[in-house]
């Protein structure tokens, strides 16, 4: 049984919602002009998950404006993006192949990185700042006015987006990437919510097992 309290759904949710914002705000405050691979997945990943809770939010509110309010975050996710696809890359040369091989298109691909790191630190200035903490602000007012009925209707209709999707024999590429979207975001607002996943009626892992 998944039905929560309002109370409780909001009190886990506003929990949720903090903690990613507060890991966000951490992350940027710690920026250097050059960062790891490890700083921008894990910046990626806590922006995902933000953008689950408002995919509920946008589901649970018809006032809800969410391109205007996700597009500062966007230009951070998409920019921090770019840098962490070329560093994949890069990481994969020197796993797989000597040193010396590729010397041109490491130098190459190295540049690229630094070039794409200095656009992510400069679109972090005092107004992206200002402009992202005003839809974290947003964000939380909206939070708090999610009723748990409404939550409870929305983790249905995902689960019945999957459901739909696996009722198919043989999945294409496109399906595939769908289904691993809806779990994401289903299993983001899952915890969001305050559920105990090993109870739910869905898991991603076994789903993905068992079809792919």
Do not use: W
């Not at 790891?36 to 953008?51: A, C, D, M, T």
């Not at 400069?122 to 909206?142: C, G, P, V, Y």
């Amino acid at each position: 049984n998944l039905i929560i309290s309002n109370r409780n759904c909001v009190k886990a949710l506003t929990e949720y919602f903090k903690k990613r914002e507060d890991t966000i705000h951490l992350l940027l405050k710690n920026l250097k002009k050059t960062n790891p691979p490890s700083f921008y997945h894990k910046l990626r990943v806590e922006i995902k998950k933000l953008n689950a809770i408002l995919d509920l939010i946008e589901f649970s509110s018809k006032n809800f404006k969410r391109k205007k309010t996700f597009k500062p975050i966007k230009i951070i996710f998409r920019q921090a993006g770019k840098v962490r696809e070329l560093q994949i890359e890069e990481s994969i040369l020197k796993k797989y192949f000597i040193s010396g091989v590729l010397k041109n298109y490491r130098q190459n691909l190295h540049d690229l990185i630094s070039n794409e790191q200095i656009i992510f630190y400069s679109t972090l200035n005092e107004s992206d700042i200002t402009q992202l903490k005003k839809a974290f602000k947003n964000i939380n007012r909206h939070v708090m006015e999610i009723k748990s009925e409404l939550a409870e209707r929305y983790l249905k209709k995902l689960r019945n987006k999957v459901n739909n999707i696996l009722k198919q024999k043989k999945l294409k590429i496109a399906e595939l990437h769908e289904l691993r979207k809806f779990l994401k975001i289903y299993y983001y607002n899952l915890t969001a919510l305050g559920h105990d996943k090993k109870k739910d009626i869905l898991s991603s892992e076994e789903i993905l097992l068992h079809r792919l």
